[in-house]
């Protein structure tokens, strides 16, 4: 087991300070473990959930066939032309930045809408940073909503057998859906405090031209698709991604039989984040390895022994600690491999693993927008105002990160006891 650890350990620095090569770390632990007899050569493909692997493939597709239709600039031009001022335009924005993100990719997202959010600041004259900013933390808190939403969501999905209907209705209870959403709406005070001062008219033409309606067409067939095979419990393991799979194929043929635009396909099959893949691949045998050595179980005995047996305690524990870790390392990773031993708190406590899974996804994914690293969308946001000549601070980041972050922690994280520990 203290092999196993180690390698875990030496796996998860790397992976901190060497972002840009994470793939390639995590398929080397995996290698390692199997050759130093940790986890067995036979387990390795049952390790990797292939489930999990084809959604974010199909997913990605999709989205990049939605994102070139242009459908989402359209949808927010037309939002933006029924408000009154610039401080309702950036409320707007950032909530339809965070019902995209549900469905569609956070980088994705802000790609699509910090374009609008500098060309409003530009014909006003006024300062773009706090919109950008807005629009990026909004994208992130609502990737918990759906099981296509974000990474960690389709990993919870996968690990705990949630289909997309058990993201709104789990049980027999409100779920995962309802406590981001209240968390997006005491958003709303949040911004219209910080931008209070910002009561200038605004003045939007609905330039963009939608020529293509089947993007928008899949990415509602493949939503309600998902929504369809939740029908089914006892459905093949494969069902979920095989649905992303093939919608995106037929875009893809679409794009090359009916609309001639090969390039478009090109695109779209670029779009498949290979390094996301690769890394998730890595984590899931190097996880299995640490599962089969006992490291998981003696990290859940840990975490008992801190929290004790109390369930509000403990829900607390996890909850603080993954807003404050994913503030500072990636979600996707952490959310990984805290699964399994969320799992194995629950068994140590007797009690079912549903809340400490809510908890974990509601710290996870929020986390990241305590600090401008926390997550890819953030600094995705940054750099595109670095280039358009505005310099971010932290304070300016955490102006709007802190308070944002905060309250929909909170408000997130009070429903969900309510819902699901009392």
Known sequence: MALALGIFIVMYGLLLFLPNYRPYIALGAAVLFVLVGILPISHVLGAINRNVILMLAGTMM?????????MPMLMAEKLLQMTPNVKWAVIVLSLFAGIVSAFVDNVATLLMLAPIGLSVSKKLNINPIPIIISISVSSNLQGAATLVGDTTSILLGAYAHMSFNDFFFYQGRLSIAFST???ALLTIPVLLFLFRKENEKVSVQVETKVMNLVPSGLLMGMVASLIFASQFENKPELTNGMICVGFALFGLLY???IRKKKENALLVMKAIDVKTLLLLTGLFIVIQGITDAGVITEIAKLFVKIGGHSVLLMYVLILVVSVVLSAFVDNIPYVATMLPVVQGIAMNMGIQPTLLYFGL????TLGGNLTPIGATANITGIGILNRAGYEVS????????IPFTLVAVIGGGLFTWFIWGI
Do not use: A, H, R, Y
Request: avoid cysteine; aromatic fraction near 8%.
């Open 255 to 257: 794009e090359v039989l």
């Open 361 to 364: 996804l509601i710290g996870s």
């Open 181 to 183: 959403e209240i968390g």
């Open 394 to 401: 932290t304070k300016d980041f955490m102006k709007i990160g």
């Open 62 to 70: 999709v989205v990049e066939l939605f994102i070139q239709s242009q």
